[in-house]
């Protein structure tokens, strides 16, 4: 059985018949959407292209490659504050948004007794609930965390 990265345990998502990278590319399709909405026109355009390229930059990694990426994010946000670079925006919504699914997936390793790659959020909970089991985020939200089960 293969297993999750940096664990030494069973994938446990596989019981559902999904692995992490398939729901990784669910949480980073429904990113890339959400990112559309967030951002419209000319001047959400810096914003949407770094949200856009951090979502992106995750796809095909897995928990210690999303860990390096994270870091060198954080790196070059820094950098582009330190230089008060004109694209700062750029590369701060890029590493949020490796952040948001460092955050997802931890909420669903977390949910299913796996280590976690950073400590998930209520936020985290409630979208890998929606990625895995289709719960809304915001009732989730408005009524206590529900844990995502893997089914």
């Not at 909970?125 to 844990?147: C, F, R, Y």
Request: hydrophobic content about 40%; charged content about 25%; some cysteine.
């Amino acid at each position: 059985m293969p297993m999750a990265s940096g664990t030494g345990r069973p994938d446990r998502l596989l019981e559902i018949g999904m692995d992490e990278r398939t729901f990784l590319n669910l949480v980073i399709d429904d990113g890339l959407t959400e990112v559309v909405l967030a951002y419209p026109g000319p001047n959400g355009q810096m914003r949407r292209e770094g949200c856009t390229r951090g979502f992106e930059d995750c796809r095909g990694l897995d928990g210690d490659g999303l860990l390096r990426l994270r870091d060198d994010a954080r790196e070059a946000t820094a950098a582009a504050m330190r230089g008060q670079a004109p694209d700062y925006w750029f590369w701060r919504c890029r590493e949020l948004q490796v952040e948001w699914v460092l955050n997802v997936l931890s909420a669903a390793r977390h949910a299913n007794g796996m280590p976690t790659l950073v400590t998930p959020t209520m936020r985290g909970m409630a979208k890998a609930a929606h990625v895995l089991n289709g719960i809304d985020p915001s009732e989730t939200l408005g009524g206590g965390p529900e844990q995502p089960v893997l089914r």
